[in-house]
């Protein structure tokens, strides 16, 4: 059965659909590795040197800081398939899902891709998260070790990529991922400005295409409304759309929501029931800008504010399901007779995408929007600078 599953690629989904999951008492570790005379061999019990950063939080919705750093030995990150390589991080990302993870954003989800992880190996063990955890999602380096089912990667190739929600995150020197979850870094670009990228863009696409039902080969004419458009996934979402010749207004404001009937008078337009797509990659979840979608044309309300891991991580897997399915049942109870549906988006693996995100940068089409970078060093001063939010673009860490 699991064969069968593997075969038609539900647990590849699974194991990354719900890539914003992690648990409390994560730890964003930098490795200095002490003993690397033959990184082919790393999965024997070769050790590292390196500082971990403790954060924790002071209440439900608080992100405190860093508590202080310990020195301990790691073993270098080896690979767990043929299909995955080791990658040496030359700049990672901070994402806000970075600074969710420290509430326990997702643990439970987490557990249960961890389980069927190992159920896929023949383990069947109950162990519960193990810590510490890494944080981060997306990177950007040079493959320095490649699995022997790896054929279109090569060791030396500089790449960007992103890291399923089940492994050890980027924020470290050497971080292990799969052929899938990578791409050949556009020589237009460097390390800083490609770690920017894979994650947002990803999401970006999954809530476009799949969610929003507009493609590449349909956007041309398609009248598109981004909220949130200064922020990682709304600059990229806005540039995305624009190259496909989609016609898009964006909305600044990330954390305040701006009324329907305010919009119109700021822009001086009559928007109501002109736009196919409602793109709100800030979380504002106003159904008000449901008024701006086409009636009867397969007009959408997209949201990447989804309470499905909310209601898992308090209810458990089964009844938070059921509780989502409600909610999303009720958001679309009086839409929906008007011809218009509410949908959700989350981040989605697609190696198809990742590889044409990674062609329209190289012609130039889309271009990596940086906001802030910091050294290593300063690791906590960027998640600090994230979770304050207003962020324009993306802010980065270099590991260089």
């Known amino acids: 059965l699991l064969e069968t599953l593997k075969r038609h690629e539900i647990i590849f989904i699974l194991h ?15 490795q200095q590795y002490m003993y690397i005379n033959e990184l082919k061999n790393c999965g024997k019990n070769t050790q590292a040197l390196y500082n ?31 299909t995955q390589m080791i990658v040496k991080v030359e700049a990672a990302s901070v994402n806000p899902l970075d600074t969710a993870m420290i509430n326990g954003y997702g643990s ?34 040079e493959v320095v070790y490649v699995g022997q089912s790896v054929k279109n990667i090569k060791v ?64 041309l004419g398609k009248r598109v409304i981004v909220l949130g458009a200064s922020g990682g996934v709304g600059t990229f979402a806005t540039q995305l759309l624009t190259a496909w010749g989609a016609e898009v207004r964006h909305i600044i404001g990330l954390f305040k929501s701006i009324s329907f009937s305010e919009l119109m008078k700021v822009e ?4 109501r029931g002109s736009f196919d797509l409602v793109l709100d990659a800030c979380g504002t979840d106003d159904l008000v800008y449901m008024e701006a979608l086409r009636p009867w044309m397969g007009s959408s309300y997209v949201t990447l504010s989804s309470p ?14 059921f509780e989502s399915v409600r909610d999303v049942l009720c958001k679309n109870s009086r839409t929906v007779q008007e011809g218009k549906v ?51 673009g993306k802010t980065v860490i270099n590991l260089l």
């Open 16 to 30: 990354d659909i719900f890539f914003n999951i992690m648990s409390t008492q994560i730890l964003c570790q930098r």
């Open 52 to 82: 971990i950063l403790q954060m924790y939080n002071v209440d439900a919705n608080t992100f405190y800081m860093v508590e202080g750093a310990i020195m301990e030995m790691a073993r270098i990150p080896h690979v767990a398939r043929p």
């Open 108 to 141: 439970n989800m987490i557990n249960v891709l961890r389980k069927m992880d190992r159920a896929e190996k023949g383990i069947w063990t109950q162990d519960e998260i193990e810590f510490p955890l890494t944080v981060g999602r997306d990177f950007a380096g």
């Open 156 to 219: 030396g190739n500089k790449v960007m990529g992103v890291v399923s929600p089940q492994a050890q995150g980027s924020h470290a020197e050497y971080v292990v991922t799969s052929e899938n979850n990578v791409c050949h870094l556009p020589e237009n670009i460097n390390a800083i400005e490609g770690s920017s990228i894979p994650y947002v863009g990803l999401t970006a696409y999954s809530a476009i295409v799949v969610s929003g039902g507009v493609t590449r080969s349909n956007a």
């Open 268 to 271: 001086g337009l009559m928007w």
């Open 308 to 321: 499905m891991m909310r209601n898992i991580d308090s209810n458990g897997l089964i009844p938070g399901l």
């Open 342 to 392: 509410y949908k959700w988006a989350f981040y989605m693996p697609n190696p198809i995408a990742l590889k044409e995100i990674g062609k329209l940068v190289s012609k130039g089409m889309i271009r990596p929007i940086i906001d802030k970078v910091y050294p290593f060093e300063d690791a906590l001063d960027a998640y600090d600078y994230v979770l304050a939010g207003n962020t324009k």
